[in-house]
């Protein structure tokens, strides 16, 4: 009886730790070594997508055993068919069209194969959506080389990588309150464009209301945004407010129409 009593609280502990020890994701994560290769996949025989440096920061998205999934850095190389893209003259979501000197492109078909290389033999390290908006950096044989799409990954050995610690503000003092910390997280998220109307000091001309009537401020491009007014989007981006600031701020990637 006390045997089976000691089996049962070793295993009710050990339980207990394994629970303990899930991680939850996505989470932020810093390299914590230079020279550390993100591959195609969780093994250390596939293919080296590109070389991390000490202290580069990136999202986490999974885990798969002792290999975690992240986000590809903007440095890592990518490249997507020309034959797939259609070019337009500017980024219709920057705040200084004039001032940016970048080619851009549309993505003009479902499901689009982003590559490791330029050629169809290939490592495939992303999805482009139809109507997704690409940065072109150079071409290739047909090809063009661009800054990693959102949704673009590979993987590094956990090993590797160091949970980022949350940062926290000092205590309120007598005479100044600090400011909350400011953080930069990608997000996309669906939800319905609206005019923010002219407020002094605000931070986004437009806001978002998603389907729980959470509200977000829009930072893009004015011009581009009124043609979407009271349109169901899915917006991608950069939530970059403060930790304890509301409504949250989201630095537009791109936007994509749903209805």
Known sequence: MKKALFLLLLFTVTSLKQVQAEEIFPFLGEVNSNGINIRTDSTTGSGIICTTKKSDILEVLSQRYDWYRVRLPKYAPSFVSKDLVALIEE???????????????????????????????????GKADKNELVTIVAEEAGWYKIIP??????????????????????????????????????????????PYGK???????HKLITTDNSVYLLKGNKKSLDTLNHRMVKVTGNLISGANEKPGIIAIEKVELLD
């Not at 309120?172 to 464009?193: D, H, L, M």
């Not at 407020?199 to 001309?205: A, N």
């Open 91 to 125: 980024n219709p979501l920057v705040n200084n069209p004039q001032e940016d000197k970048n080619r851009y492109g549309s993505i003009s078909k479902e499901k689009v194969n982003i590559r490791l290389a330029a050629g169809t033999d290939s490592a495939v390290i």
């Open 199 to 205: 407020i002094f000091g605000r931070k986004g001309s």
């Open 149 to 194: 799409i959102n949704n673009s990954y590979g993987w590094i050995h956990k090993k590797f990588i160091g949970k980022r610690p949350p940062v926290i503000s000092e205590p309120p003092r007598a005479v100044e309150k600090p400011k909350p910390p400011t953080q930069s997280y990608s997000i996309t998220i669906n939800g319905e464009i609206r």
